[in-house]
């Protein structure tokens, strides 16, 4: 979705570089969300953002952090990168929720992330 | 392409043909439910979605259906086409919560 955009596309690293990643919205979305996929293991969620002064870890968040610098922006760091971070990195968006919305989420292109 | 099909359960079918894409969800509190389509090399992409107080939501040649005795949610893709190959996930919300929890994923291979 051209709406959600990531850079870089692809990245190959070394261990212990710090690596981070950028994700930006045009779809006026408040809510903003990073997860990673692993072949075999589906999406797992990393951090979220619900607006920009509100930070929440995920289901794995150790090794990573996050700065939500605007409302469109939400960038990922990893401050010593490791082998095991070699994956497929997704940013999503979603609507503010309520108890009636969709929470629909919408994703940008990823960026593939090589720890060597 | 990317490989996130490694290592999933595999539907192949042929062109024309009727696809069923099956789910299992984890949480009988969960009250709402979205079926994703990713293509190699690219995001997942939003298909249908369905509330819990509904058991049937039609979209264009997609069906989703909610069993919630079984905890079952299901894709039904009517006459598939080859550009209907992809990795299919579906995604559940507790209620309550505010994040989606993903299903490992099924890939549709849709023969010519």
């Known amino acids: 979705d051209a709406d959600v955009t990531q850079t870089p596309r692809n990245r190959i690293t070394k261990t212990g570089k710090r690596i981070m990643l950028e994700c930006s919205q045009t779809?006026?979305?408040?809510?903003m969300y990073w997860y990673r996929q692993d072949p075999g293991l589906g999406l797992r969620l990393i951090y979220y953002s619900f607006d920009v002064k509100d930070i929440n870890k995920g289901e794995i968040s150790d090794g990573y952090s996050v700065s939500r610098q605007a409302q469109a922006k939400f960038s990922l760091s990893l401050e010593s990168a490791i082998p095991n971070q070699t994956a497929l990195y997704f940013c999503a968006t979603s609507d503010l929720g309520t108890s009636q919305s969709t929470d629909t989420q919408y994703f940008g292109p990823g960026t593939r992330l090589t720890v060597l | 392409g990317e490989n996130v099909g490694l290592h999933l359960p595999t539907l192949s079918v042929q062109e024309g043909d009727n696809s069923i894409i099956n789910c299992a969800y984890s949480?009988?509190?969960?009250?709402?439910f979205i079926w994703y389509k990713q293509e190699s090399g690219k995001g997942p992409q939003f298909i249908i979605d369905i509330r819990s107080n509904m058991d049937k939501r039609q979209g264009q040649r997609v069906t989703v259906l909610l069993n919630k005795t079984v905890k079952h949610l299901s894709l039904q893709i009517a006459a598939t086409q080859p550009g209907d190959s992809a990795v299919y996930f579906c995604a559940e919300r507790h209620a309550g919560y505010s994040t989606l929890t993903f299903g490992k994923g099924t890939m549709l291979l849709v023969s010519p």
């Open positions: 949480n009988s509190a969960s009250d709402y």
């Open positions: 779809k006026g979305h408040d809510r």
